[in-house]
């Protein structure tokens, strides 16, 4: 009895080890589980894919955006666009994406209009089936943990009201032959799109042949413990996923000086897979823009572009983590990206500045290769437009004057791993209306439509909280709806975008507002030997000062032909309150605009200033709003205050808002800069206390 046993428990041991056997999956098998995997494989990224598959992406982009030299090219109407709608099972469905496979999913993010946008069933058919394998409510499905938890089922930023957020699955979902996926919603209204509906899907085309097995829902139950595991992996800081102790270490310290560089020379073969830095400087924000990483490898250099802009915080240090980014409140900064070579690497500091820069420790940790014929070396640049123009929306004055910006065109075998963009906004309104465009190997017409900036860098409406997550962030997102500094981070694991000849990345530079900007994106890819690219190293760029506040991009302006628009005035300070300029086009404002004080208190002032062409004495009208919670003000001019007491309410029978011309007397003005100053002063007893002020402009003659 006790060797039957025995042999039983032999015979069992082989029949296990035949059945797992047969459940492993070829190398080259593509599933649920191989893709998870990949997910947390550093090395993958740097090799040519194989088997081979391309990127592209299904979106809600307004429909009107045929071809860059027809009318509804920047077209704006991006919600609630479906392939076609259909009737399954009594049920109506609008279908999102139909693939063909062998693919897979690989980065699926939303945001909705309202609650009548939010509040439908999402599915995915796969393989022609009739029946979804996923189902559910839409926001469980995306953001809400129903298939996977954080960080690969997540919405951004924790900061923002959960229905304002973007959400965001980087669950990978393979299908063979083919996948569809519907939107149900009931309040959708076809022949007007709306409610508003927003959707970027980017999913992977393999090669033919390829064996893909489809995702089931039985399969993700199977595999909870190792989705968890790398998840876990994920969520992490990059550093604990690698062993440092088998790795050498180069580095260096020191001062730059003004003009001067510090090399560290690698030989190969070999990789970076660590690289750190902190640096001290006087001024430390034109330090981390003005201090310009460089990288040589096999020859070839490949990487050029500020060290804050590369490690992902601008030029103000915004603490923030990601897969292959680190910058911490101390000012050490970190990447992890891998880095082959064949023959050696030369990693450069050069400080294009005027002042001393202190390197406080430069370290790169390396690890030998193997280099094949699939590697491929890494490679980033940057850019800036420096105090370009924008259109503007014709909406609120502007010429609609909106244009795509090229952040890199790649040729060659590659592949683009993300995106970074830095800008300083100078008005009182959201500057990334536009879209992505992606042209992937010369195609007539973009693989990537996008539907605005915020979602393609995975965050919502114009959202200005800051939020960090393993592959998009915002460091910091001050600058969104008012003058400020905005960092957005965009980066790609299985979402990476290979091309076999070329990539174009452009982007539209779409703000609300006329304005005066400056827009510096960053970009990322691996690249085979031998590619190129247009973007070229600009030192006299970085050598710019950065913008702090508004005033560095927005000078007092000259008043031409007698005409002070309100909100062409620089506001130097507010003891209270808030002030933007207001954009409404139908309140009767010179230029649809104002400038909006919400003062909040009573005896506030806020001083502007603004420039004459020549000095003298100048009489002066204003024209102002009234409205329901409008304050009563005075005006000053070089501190001289008019007699005359402004009332700024207004009962609102038959407008919101109105507005009215007053003498206010004659004044000194010189030639150069001048002051104005408002001042609020009690208000009407049935006004609402907010303490408003609105300008539209003032009208200033010279007396002969």
Not at 11 to 33: A, K, R, T
Not at 111 to 124: L, P, Q, S, W
Not at 153 to 174: A, C, M, W
Not at 189 to 215: D, L
């Amino acid at each position: 009895m006790k060797k039957y046993c025995l042999s039983l428990n032999s015979l069992c041991v082989v029949l296990l080890m035949i059945i797992l056997g047969s459940c492993q999956s070829p190398d080259n098998e593509v599933s649920l589980s191989s893709m998870v995997q990949d997910m947390t494989k550093r090395s993958l990224v740097s090799e040519y894919p194989d088997p081979f598959f391309t990127v592209k992406q299904f979106s809600s982009y307004d429909q009107n955006t045929v071809a860059p030299d027809q009318d509804g090219w920047f077209a704006n109407h991006d919600a609630s666009w479906f392939i076609r709608q259909e009737e399954n099972n009594g049920r109506r469905e609008f279908v999102m994406l139909e693939a063909e496979g062998p693919g897979a999913i690989v980065r699926f993010w939303m945001t909705f209009g309202n609650k009548d946008a939010y509040t439908g069933t999402i599915r995915f058919y796969f393989d022609n089936s009739e029946e979804p394998e996923i189902e559910g409510p839409v926001l469980d499905i995306i953001s809400g943990g129903a298939l996977v938890g954080e960080p690969l089922s997540s919405s951004v930023s924790e900061e923002t009201d959960y229905f304002k957020r973007g959400h965001n699955l980087y669950l990978p979902i393979p299908y063979n032959s083919h996948l569809k996926i519907t939107y149900e919603c009931p309040a959708l209204k076809p022949e007007n799109h709306s409610p508003s509906v927003y959707y970027n899907i980017n999913y992977r085309s393999y090669e033919a042949g390829t064996s893909v097995i489809s995702f089931t829902m039985d399969d993700l139950s199977l595999l909870k413990d190792e989705v968890e595991e790398v998840q876990k992996t994920l969520n992490k800081p990059a550093i604990t996923s690698l062993n440092t102790s088998n790795l050498q270490s180069h580095s260096q310290k020191g001062i730059l000086s003004p003009g001067k560089a510090m090399n560290l020379n690698i030989p190969g073969k070999a990789a970076i897979h660590i690289m750190q830095l902190k640096i001290n400087a006087e001024n430390l924000p034109q330090a981390l823009r003005s201090t310009v990483l460089e990288i040589i490898f096999d020859g070839e250099k490949t990487v050029w572009a500020p060290i804050g802009e590369f490690f992902g915080t601008g030029y103000q240090i915004r603490a923030n983590r990601t897969w292959y980014t680190q910058v911490n409140d101390d000012g050490s900064m970190s990447c992890y990206w891998l880095m082959p070579f064949k023959e050696g690497a030369q990693v450069t500091l050069t400080n294009y500045g005027d002042q001393e820069i202190e390197i406080v420790e430069q370290k790169v940790w390396t690890d030998k290769y193997r280099w094949t014929k699939n590697s491929m070396h890494f490679g980033a640049v940057w850019q800036e437009l420096y105090e370009v123009e924008s259109g503007g929306s014709s909406r609120v004055n502007g010429d609609d004057g909106h244009f795509d910006v090229n952040y890199v065109t790649l040729n060659g075998e590659g592949v683009y791993m993300g995106t970074g963009l830095t800008i300083f906004n100078t008005a009182d309104a959201w500057w990334g209306e536009g879209d992505e465009k992606i042209w992937v190997d010369g195609e007539s017409f973009p693989s990537f439509v996008g539907t605005g900036t915020e979602d393609y860098f995975g965050y919502a409406w114009c959202r200005p909280e800051i939020f960090s997550h393993f592959l998009i962030a915002q460091p910091d997102g001050s600058g969104n709806f008012h003058p400020g500094m905005s960092v957005n981070l965009r980066f790609h694991i299985l979402d990476q975008i290979p091309f076999t000849s070329s990539i174009q990345f452009d982007l539209e530079l779409w703000h609300w507002a006329k304005t005066v900007m400056n827009y510096a994106p960053m970009s990322y890819w691996y690249l085979k030997p031998g590619g190129s690219w247009n973007v070229k190293p600009d030192p006299e760029m970085v050598k710019k000062p950065v913008s702090l506040k508004r005033d560095d991009l927005i000078k007092p302006k000259l008043v031409e032909k007698g005409m002070l628009e309100g909100e062409t005035l620089r506001v130097i300070e507010a003891s209270h309150g808030d002030h933007q300029v207001q954009n409404i086009s139908n309140f009767g404002w010179s230029g649809n605009s104002q400038l909006w004080w919400i003062a909040d208190s009573d005896n506030a002032t806020l001083t502007a200033d603004f420039l004459m062409p020549e000095s003298g004495q100048y009489k002066v009208k204003l024209v102002y709003s009234k409205a329901i919670d409008y304050a009563n003000f005075r005006i000053a001019l070089n501190d001289k205050y008019s007699p005359k007491k402004l009332v700024g309410y207004h009962d609102q029978s038959g407008k919101d808002v109105v507005t009215l011309s007053a003498n206010l007397g004659i004044f000194s003005l010189k030639e150069g800069t001048n002051t104005l100053t408002l001042k609020t002063e009690g208000k009407h007893p049935k006004a609402v206390e907010r303490y408003m002020v609105g300008i539209d402009y003032l009208k200033l003659v010279k007396i002969e």
